[in-house]
């Protein structure tokens, strides 16, 4: 089983937000494979289903960004997967432009607190990423008010953009064709 993560926060008051998008990747990947993501477990909405032949867990951490790890290390150990192998997380960065991805199968937490929650409960660096762009704060902003915020119209575009090419990444990458995904996206 593979194990495919958006990172967000929880309820209506988030939904569209830069923090978000996570969970919106997350979502399109659930109806584009037809994926129910209803149950409640792990401290997370998960759906299972079926991803290119290969049997996946969606889940999206109902901690809150900062506690993700939280939920995330509850299903490594529930399913005893080894994140090296069997997780991919999906989230925010806002060193890119937005309607930019960048794949990593490995690395620091460069600053999101989600990821660092993460890292703590997974006990490693190890682990597949998405980052989808959301754009620099500008300047004299509150990065928690700016990753909390909505995207202009403009940049929406960009970013319904980036969350194809984050769905069509993940499939590859449950395949084992990160590489690929890498060379394609990157």
């Known amino acids: 089983m593979f194990v495919i993560a958006g990172l967000g926060n929880p309820s209506s008051r988030y939904e569209g937000t830069r923090h978000n998008v996570g969970f919106d990747v997350v979502d399109m990947l659930a109806d584009k494979y037809k994926i129910r993501i209803k149950e409640k477990k792990h401290r997370a909405l998960c759906g299972s289903g ?41 989230y925010d960065d806002v060193s890119l432009a937005p309607g930019r991805i960048r794949i990593r199968k490995k690395g620091s937490a460069g600053g999101h607190n989600g990821i660092k929650s993460i890292i703590s409960h997974a006990g490693t660096q190890e682990f597949l990423r998405i980052k989808v762009g959301v754009g620099e704060k500008p300047e004299g902003w509150d990065l928690a008010d700016y990753v909390l915020g ?29 590489d690929q995904a890498m060379n394609q996206f990157n």
């Open 50 to 90: 079926i991803i290119e032949g290969q049997k996946v867990l969606l889940a999206k951490p109902q901690t809150f960004m900062n506690l993700s790890g939280e939920s995330i290390g509850s299903i490594l150990n529930f399913y005893k997967l080894d994140p090296k192998s069997g997780l991919l997380i999906i």
């Open 150 to 178: 909505r995207f202009s119209r403009e940049e929406r575009k960009l970013v319904a953009d980036a969350f194809t090419h984050a769905c069509d990444a993940a499939a590859l990458m449950v395949q084992g064709k990160t």
